[in-house]
């Protein structure tokens, strides 16, 4: 078992802690705080067991599997939300995912690798440009989606909450379609691009996992359970919010886009720094790419749709400034990540970027 896994173990102490102090109705900060910790290992064993899983049925069920649980933590955090009616928190927090993933991610992998393999000075050949660069055109593409009813909203006086509704439905549609063929693209007509891709999570799982005495049942019968565990720790979680909120002096807005994102995804940052670290920054790019755009494409337009069941007005009409953080995110991200090279000073301007957008973001009213 490796080091990175043993502290996941450990980790998950704060998930009986958690749900001790949820049955005891203790002091909701507490709550709050223990259940996004306990997210964090809960997170990393279910990808853990997603990506074992798929290794041993196959490709296609495989990367069908991926698309599925890839992104379940935000998935299951944000329908737990939706059903409580937190539909600003929920947006929050898909925008703070795609933001903290992109900067902080891609931040990270460049600083560490600059540092540690080129000595200050040379710059790191990335592998797969033509990849990067579809990859960074659907972000740009999800990017136009997201902006479309804000400019609606800001250019015309009548187009209201119903219009906006009515768009976001067709939109969610377009954009899952659109996913469709890049999974098509990716997996089936040009999978060759991607096959040297496939090892994202260097040290995720131990032999075991890996093919040897391998149950495969044993593994799915974990991954079920992993994730009723974390639907309680996601209920937890959510019931706490808003008087932690009331609690911390906070925004809705900053919570969503800061707090809640590094507790989901703090484990893809994690496996960044270690595929920079091994001088693999092309596998750094692909975890964190790869993870913006299924909350992007797939987690956000899924969501629209279930608060079309839920009777929840769940849609796609992000405010101004939170749609303008996604576009300088993803803007500073193209300008770094389609070359083909890195260096550890893109690293430093890709974390200064997200300090400068958190500090906006708690600033903001």
């Known amino acids: 078992m490796s080091r990175k896994d043993t502290f996941l173990l450990r980790m998950l102490i704060f998930v009986p802690i958690c749900l001790t102090l949820n049955w005891l109705q203790a002091e909701p900060i ?8 306990a997210i964090i290992p809960l997170a990393a064993w279910i990808a853990n067991f997603t990506e074992a899983i798929a290794n041993e049925i196959g490709p296609f069920l495989g990367g069908l599997l991926n698309v599925t649980f890839g992104n379940v933590t935000e998935i299951v955090v944000s329908l737990v939300a939706l059903q409580r009616g937190l539909i600003d928190v929920v947006k929050a927090s898909l925008a703070g995912s795609i933001i903290a993933n992109l900067l902080i991610g891609l931040g990270i992998s460049f600083l560490l690798a600059g540092l540690r393999f080129r000595k200050y000075r040379e710059e790191t050949n990335l592998s797969r440009t033509t990849v990067a660069r579809i990859n960074s055109s659907s972000l740009n593409l999800a990017v136009v989606f997201l902006l479309t009813p804000a400019a609606l909203n800001l250019t015309s006086n009548t187009f209201g909450l119903t219009l906006t509704n009515k768009f976001s439905y067709v939109a969610a549609f377009l954009l899952l379609t659109f996913y469709a063929l890049m999974l098509l693209f990716s997996m089936k ?14 040290e995720s799982y131990g032999s075991e996992a890996r093919g040897e005495n391998y149950n495969l049942w044993f593994h799915m019968g974990l991954l079920l359970a992993t994730s009723i565990v974390l639907v309680l720790v996601s209920e937890a979680l959510v019931g706490s919010l808003e008087t932690s909120i009331a609690s911390l002096g906070l925004t809705e807005r900053f919570i969503g886009v800061i707090i809640l994102p590094i507790f989901g995804a703090a484990v893809e940052y994690i496996t960044c720094g270690i595929c920079a670290l091994k001088n693999k920054v ?4 692909s ?7 299924q909350i992007a494409l797939f987690v956000a337009p899924l969501l629209v749709l279930a608060g079309w069941l839920m009777g929840q007005p769940m849609n796609l009409g992000f405010d101004i400034f939170t749609v303008m953080a996604l576009g300088i995110t993803v803007v500073m991200t193209n300008s770094v ?18 300090i400068m957008l958190g500090t906006a973001f708690y600033l903001h009213p």
């Open 287 to 293: 975890v964190a790419l790869g993870s913006s755009l």
């Open 337 to 354: 990540s389609t070359d083909g090279r890195s260096n550890w000073l893109e690293g430093v301007l890709l974390l200064m970027t997200y």
């Open 189 to 202: 007509t040009h999978r060759y691009m991607y096959e040297l891709e496939e090892d994202a999570e260097p």
């Open 30 to 37: 507490f709550i709050f705080t223990t259940a996004g910790l």
């Open 282 to 285: 092309d596998l750094s790019i």
